[in-house]
């Protein structure tokens, strides 16, 4: 029998890729892209989703993609956060300099929360049920990365 050594190294594998994310997120990340927040509501129990959802996991009924659509403000109210020295999008170099305040933020007038960076606030600040608005990438390419994350309001 013919046996054979493998040897593992230890690295990273970068792929590119691209995948659709579909018709309601679509629409979410085109309104972005001109600084607006939308939402939709389920026609049932009234809950609002930011961002949209197809199915309303409460009432398990499908929120139909032409109707229940509604404008938010860039406002919203801080739920929680969770203070961290890693970075959580860059697998390469975890480490940070200083450390970062991720929050949930519930926009004004939805029903669920965007996880998000909390910018320009020292750790000792962040209350929750706290004030906060978007800040806003200076030129939006309809993606998540268009909010660079919440300040205080
Ligand atoms: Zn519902």
Redo the contacts with the bound molecule.
Sequence with gaps: MNEKIIVANKGLVKAEFAFWVGEYLDKFYDNLENKKIVGNK?P??G?VFVPPRKV?G??N?VIPLEENWVDLPETGELINYTITHYKVNDRSDRKVKKPQIIGIIKIDGSSTGLVYRLLDLEPEEVKIGMKMKIKWEENPKGDPSDIQGFIKA
């Design positions: 389920c049932k129990c809950d309303c409460k009432c009924i």
